[in-house]
């Protein structure tokens, strides 16, 4: 078993930034994909990044260059998605996300909502 907190959330206002993180804790070592997904009101969840075990990384397009994926040095069960240059279009509910041969795993997701 493997849980996911989320939390960093929150209102901004377009242009600004917001910082995610994610707590995981349990059988993590089994774990092999890690990364974050999103859902809009109305839309499909969507891949926002993810990291391979083997370092593979992948970011969605409408976030390059905007949104930053890091492990905390320390604890390294903790997931940060750095989130600059806010727009509208990222207003979604974040999850984080683990999948391995444990079994896919997700957290409650948290709501980020920026404002024109």
């Known amino acids: 078993q493997v849980q996911l907190v989320e939390s960093g959330g929150g209102l901004a206002q377009a242009g600004g930034s917001l910082r995610l993180s994610c707590a995981a804790s349990?059988?993590?070592?089994?774990?092999?994909?890690m990364g974050w997904y999103r859902q809009a009101p109305g839309k499909e969840r969507e891949l926002v990044f993810s990291?391979?075990?083997?370092?593979?990384?992948?970011y969605a397009d409408s976030v390059k260059g905007r949104f930053t994926f890091s492990r905390d040095p320390v604890k390294k069960n903790t997931l940060y998605l750095q989130m600059n240059s806010l727009k509208p279009e990222d207003t979604a509910v974040y999850y984080c996300?683990?999948?391995?041969?444990?079994?896919?795993?997700w957290g409650q997701g948290t709501q980020v909502t920026v404002s024109a």
């Open positions: 996300n683990m999948d391995g041969r444990c079994g896919a795993y």
């Open positions: 990291l391979s075990s083997g370092g593979a990384t992948t």
């Open positions: 349990g059988d993590t070592l089994c774990m092999s994909v």
